[in-house]
């Protein structure tokens, strides 16, 4: 495992690309929730510093930054293309390696970077609550805290179905363009199913494993209740989203697609040239 973990870091380290594209996303993120912050809204009874306090902003920075996950899944296709363009996977064989350990060192790159993203998240949440919320406990500040637990599973999932792109197509660019032209295209595949049975393809799943946040709710600055007593100013409730799948489910069905998406590579990375 350490030797694995060291290869993909020389790897990934000695592309000056890669450096500069985790740079730039790392300023992406940060640049957006500031800018957001300075955001004033002129409607009365609503501001966007809900956002930024506990708990809500355990549901609002996790959102924000799973935007950025196919930004992560990019770079991730462009590293495995680079491997099959360079023929480092096939000279990694002949040094010794099994393929089933070319796609180890993927997995344990995939989880390196999703780890990197969580602590951004992690430590941007820390920061702006702190600063925003007047009145807190502890246990305000860690309510609501497991979402950033999800947003790491969701990181995961979207880089382990770039992982199955890059591994099928082996070209970079291909294996870009056909990974964003997937989300259009399932999106129209969707259509053609009854409404119950939408919420349970691939990208649906992943995706809702950090939905968005209830924004009439978090920014108003006075409670709002419905008929049963709840505070409540949800789209779902409203009838203009549809309700998403109970979160256990959500979690279980994406932890079974990143498994599948990795059985699948590994089965092609086994069975074709490299």
Same mark, same amino acid.
């Given at each position: ?48 510093k809900? @956002? ?22 990019i ?36 989880f ?6 969580? @602590?951004?998240?992690?430590i941007?949440? %820390? ?10 406990s ?39 363009i056909?990974? %964003?032209?997937?989300?259009?295209v ?29 924004? @009439?709710?978090i920014?108003?600055?006075q ?14 409730e409203?009838?203009?989203?549809p ?25 092609? %990375? ?5």
């Open positions: 495992m350490k030797k694995l973990l060291s290869l993909e870091k020389i790897k990934a380290l000695s592309y000056p690309t890669f450096k500069t594209l985790m740079i730039i996303h790392f300023l992406l993120f940060f640049l957006v929730v500031l800018v957001v912050s300075r955001i004033h809204f002129s409607i009365p009874g609503f501001s966007v809900g @956002l930024y306090q506990f708990p809500n902003i355990w549901e609002f920075f996790p959102w924000v930054a799973s935007w950025f996950n196919i930004f992560l899944t770079v991730l296709i462009t590293l495995v293309g680079n491997e099959f363009s360079f023929k480092t996977f096939r000279q990694n064989v002949i040094d010794g390696l099994s393929r089933n350990d070319l796609i180890k060192g993927k997995l344990i790159l995939i390196t970077i999703a780890v990197y993203t969580f @602590l951004m998240v992690l941007a949440v %820390l920061i702006f609550g702190i600063i925003f919320t007047k009145e807190f502890m246990n305000i500040i860690f309510e609501n805290s497991y979402l950033i637990l999800v947003y790491f599973v969701q990181a995961i999932g979207y880089m382990t179905l770039g992982l199955l792109f890059a591994v099928i197509f082996r070209n970079n660019a291909l294996s870009i056909l990974f %964003l032209v997937y989300f259009p399932e999106g129209i595949i969707r259509l053609f199913f009854k409404s119950e049975y939408r919420a349970y393809f691939p990208l649906k799943i992943i995706s809702n494993l950090t939905p968005k946040p209830e924004f @009439l709710t920014a108003s600055e409670s709002y209740t419905n008929a049963s007593g709840n505070s409540s100013l949800d789209f779902s409203m009838g203009i989203l309700e998403d799948l109970p979160l256990g489910i959500t979690l279980a069905m994406a932890a079974g697609y990143i498994g599948f998406f990795i059985a699948l590579a590994t089965v092609l %990375l086994n069975r074709r040239s490299l």
